[in-house]
């Protein structure tokens, strides 16, 4: 079993490898890695040690085998099409967000129960009637939903993306989803990070 | 010195301390809370190490004690106004979010420069130009600032928030910001959130 912490920093290691890609980069050590991200070098090798090392010891990475290796890990070697329900403030700025798209998260549809909003565009989508749900998630194999409605509504929407298909749910309203075995769901709290730089801000005061 | 995962882990104590208290529970050991968070019992006694550790070997929490003590430890004992930048779908989504508040971070002012938004209520708030945030920053001692403006302009709009005397930013733009020593940045990517979900989702499929 993978640690949640690893977990977090993969995606942060793809982030510069792509970034030393882009600039042409070949070679990379654990050292040059970890320091560009803040963390040492021997927590980035017993992250990478779950998923074979991917080098041999005292030699660095290859950027180009690193890159493609971690977005299979990771599960975006292909697009993961997504959908998002709840086209309020939060909704319309992920369906907004262009980087979801290029990070491998491509927008399959955004769906809301508000008659005012069915059939407005965002960024060339135009929302959908939740009734449509179901039929795109099963026509487009969606596996990912994101939750923005209200916390009220937000058990009875994971109920019928679940039923729709759905396995992964990253949900953003502040409050527990039940959901059946096989179903994995991921609270997106800002109110953690906000904390978080909350302790810091705290610790730069006292010092 | 802290390190990172112990830090984002405090908010997580906090939350389901706060339920427990909610629902009158006086008392829980470690194991408990830990279990409830799905890590182990080790790991929370080994972040609350940090802290003085809060109570006696083998003797429970007091959840009365540790509540406000977590509060203090976070910064979070008494409210932290913060200000949010950029009054797009992200900001109004923001600004629109009553957990904030709740969490200790009541919103002092949210501000753009697009003529059409300033002076649209949210929630009681109107939206301000941003030439008034220096003024507004410095008569109410503000320390934190959102930043949910266009990745272009993020950099100017941090600079001016570090000169009207902002030390904490919550940066949601996707790209780096360069401040000044005494000045912590925590850039909010929710690609990161996705793609923790991809590698799980992933591990369900194959499992
Ligand atoms: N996690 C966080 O840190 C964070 C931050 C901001 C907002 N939020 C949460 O995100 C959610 C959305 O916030 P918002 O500001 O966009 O709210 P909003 O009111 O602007 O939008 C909610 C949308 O959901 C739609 N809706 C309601 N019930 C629905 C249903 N059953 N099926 C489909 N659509 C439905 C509404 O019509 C509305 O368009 C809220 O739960 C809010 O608390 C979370
Ligand atoms: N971190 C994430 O995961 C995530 C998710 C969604 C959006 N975003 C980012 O958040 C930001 C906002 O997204 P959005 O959908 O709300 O965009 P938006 O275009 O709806 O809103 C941006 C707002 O910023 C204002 N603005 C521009 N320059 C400004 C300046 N110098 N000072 C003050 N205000 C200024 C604009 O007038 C506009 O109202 C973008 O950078 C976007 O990439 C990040």
Redesign the interface.
């Known amino acids: 079993d993978?640690p949640?912490?690893t977990?977090?920093r993969?995606?942060?290691y793809?982030?510069k490898l792509k970034l030393l890609q882009a600039i042409g980069v070949e070679d990379v050590s654990s050292r040059q890695l970890a320091e560009s991200l803040d963390?040492k070098a021997s927590q980035l090798r017993h992250d990478f040690h779950y998923f074979g090392g991917f080098s041999r010891p005292g030699r660095p990475y290859q950027v180009e085998k690193l890159v493609p290796a971690l977005e299979q890990?990771?599960?975006?070697d292909e697009p993961?099409p997504?959908i998002i329900v709840g086209a309020?403030?939060?909704g319309?700025?992920?369906a907004?967000?262009q980087?979801?798209g290029l990070?491998?998260?491509p927008l399959h549809g955004i769906f809301d129960v508000n008659p005012r909003l069915i059939g407005l565009e965002i960024r060339g989508q135009a929302i959908r009637d939740l009734a449509d749900m179901p039929d795109i998630v099963k026509r487009d194999h969606i596996?990912?939903g994101?939750i923005t409605v209200p916390a009220a509504n937000a058990q009875q929407v994971a109920d019928r993306m679940v039923e729709a298909g759905i396995?992964?749910?990253?949900n953003f309203a502040?409050t527990d989803l039940k959901v059946p075995e096989?179903?994995?769901v991921?609270n997106?709290?800002?109110?953690?990070?906000?904390?978080?730089?909350?302790?810091?801000?705290?610790c730069?005061?006292e010092s």
Chains 1, 2 share one sequence.
């Open positions: 993978v949640e912490a977990i977090h993969l995606p942060l793809l982030e963390i890990i990771i599960g975006i993961v997504t309020g403030h939060l319309q700025a992920l907004n967000y980087n979801l990070q491998g998260f596996l990912m994101i396995v992964g749910i990253f502040p096989g179903v994995v991921r997106e709290r800002m109110a953690v990070g906000i904390m978080a730089l909350s302790f810091k801000v705290k730069i005061l």
